[in-house]
């Protein structure tokens, strides 16, 4: 199982991003996906998450209605829309995979691909 995130960068407030994670070695449709992000000195948090039984998402209160989450099963890809992006966005950003229906809690995922940095100026 490997998760290869990427699409993180410099970008002033009020921009957008989109974060990619490709999956290999395993199918998407059996799993959990999610998006996590951690800032310096801060503990890792569930941002959005896709449930493993069927395309419902959630989000954290702090990205509902900016930031999307989903997933392409041809090309086993899962996708962060990121939108109207603040400075307290800033992190790296961390796609994971779990047998868990669904959830925002890292605890909850097995897998986890490298982070990707995402630094948003004011």
């Known amino acids: 199982v490997q998760l290869q995130a990427s699409g993180g960068g410099l970008m002033q407030t009020g921009g957008s991003l989109r974060l990619s994670c490709a999956a290999s070695?395993?199918?998407?449709?059996?799993?959990?996906m999610g998006w996590f992000r951690q800032a310096p000195g801060k503990e890792r948090e569930g941002v959005s998450c896709?449930?493993?039984?069927?395309?419902?998402?959630y989000h954290a209160e702090s990205v509902e209605g900016r930031f999307t989450i989903s997933r392409d099963i041809a090309s086993n890809t899962v996708y962060l829309q990121m939108n109207s992006l603040k400075p307290e966005d800033t992190a790296v950003y961390y796609c994971?995979?779990?047998?868990?229906?669904?959830?925002?809690?890292?605890?909850?995922?097995?897998?986890w691909g490298q982070g990707t940095l995402v630094t948003v100026s004011s």
């Open positions: 070695g395993f199918d998407l449709r059996g799993y959990a």
């Open positions: 994971a995979a779990g047998t868990v229906v669904a959830s925002l809690m890292p605890g909850a995922y097995e897998y």
């Open positions: 896709i449930s493993r039984s069927d395309d419902t998402t």
